[in-house]
């Protein structure tokens, strides 16, 4: 379990303890404490709001991106925690029993040229739905921008799906 909760840390760059709940019920402030004991998971600098409670987010050490690298694992960064946050609470509470089929933007296509990748996709009974968590700062023209990145993804995937998460 504790492998797997830094794959999710690898997948969405910062969690809260509201994730941990989420993902791993009663355990997962258990779980995070003894991640950050062993040096695994850092408490992030700043505090984040989210839904008008501040809350702390934390990522992954040195320590873990190392451990994570070596085994092959794919690691997102981020600048925005709030925005990490948030997403992952999006994607947790939709689409829980498939993570292990989620990628992030890092790993989605970059042929389409003049667009922004969206958050990232899931494959869920052998679909993909590509996902955008859209938050208070983004501006007009990023939405179009990740708008325009699926008309070119459904150019080559008609059956794909996309969803839009506000805050």
């Not at 303890?17 to 062993?38: A, P």
């Not at 809350?55 to 694992?73: D, M, P, V, W």
């Not at 389409?112 to 938050?135: C, H, M, P, Q, W």
Request: charged residues 30%; proline residues 0%; contains cysteine.
């Amino acid at each position: 379990m504790r492998r797997e909760c830094l794959n999710r840390f690898a997948q969405f760059s910062s969690l809260s303890k509201y994730n941990m709940y989420q993902l791993y019920g009663e355990e997962g402030e258990k779980i995070l404490n003894e991640l950050i004991e062993l040096n695994y998971i850092k408490k992030r600098d700043k505090q984040i709001v989210v839904n008008k409670t501040r809350q702390n987010a934390y990522g992954l050490t040195t320590k873990a991106q190392r451990f994570l690298k070596n085994k092959g694992k794919t690691l997102y960064y981020s600048n925005s925690a709030r925005h990490d946050v948030i997403h992952a609470t999006n994607v947790i509470s939709q689409f829980k029993d498939y993570l292990d089929y989620y990628v992030s933007e890092k790993e989605l296509s970059t042929w389409t040229y003049g667009t922004s990748r969206v958050d990232g996709a899931i494959k869920v009974n052998g679909r993909n739905i590509y996902l955008e968590t859209i938050t208070r700062n983004y501006k007009a023209d990023k939405i179009q921008s990740k708008r325009d990145y699926m008309d070119l993804i459904r150019a080559t995937d008609s059956s794909c799906e996309y969803i839009e998460f506000r805050e």
